[in-house]
């Protein structure tokens, strides 16, 4: 089973640009759909992006579309998530999370979660 460790958010600008990232450890990554969600205070957990086994698909919130990218890297046991045009409504902790075979909006349906990394966007 994998462990998932989040790191690289932090304060920025409304308009700026960020990159979070999910660094794994366990050799079978490649077998995982990945997600990224995140958690405003006194908010639900919400769906931001998720990512194919492969990489080759992505999906994401209708609200980031555009200005964020999901990505993954099998061979470093990764996934990133890059932020542009970043909005205060962006603030929250971001957690990444895994999931066996086919990407999922739903977090409840995911089986592993990093500790979250937090993410704040100043107006």
């Given at each position: 089973q994998v462990q998932l460790v989040e790191s690289g958010g932090g304060l920025v600008q409304a308009g700026g640009s960020l990159s979070v990232?999910?660094?794994t450890s366990g050799r079978t990554f490649s077998s995982y759909a990945?997600?990224?969600f995140r958690q405003?205070?006194?908010?639900?957990?919400e769906?931001?992006?998720a990512i194919?086994?492969?990489g080759t698909s992505t999906f994401y919130t209708d609200s980031v579309k555009g200005r964020f990218t999901i990505s993954r890297d099998n061979g470093k046991n990764t996934v990133h998530l890059r932020m542009n045009s970043l909005k205060p409504e962006d603030t929250a902790v971001y957690y990444c999370a895994a999931r066996g075979l086919i990407p999922s909006t739903n977090p409840l349906e995911y089986d592993i979660w990093?500790?979250?990394?937090q993410v704040t966007v100043s107006s």
């Open positions: 990232s999910c660094a990945m997600g990224w405003a205070p006194g908010k639900e957990r769906f931001v992006a194919t086994r492969s990093g500790q979250g990394t």
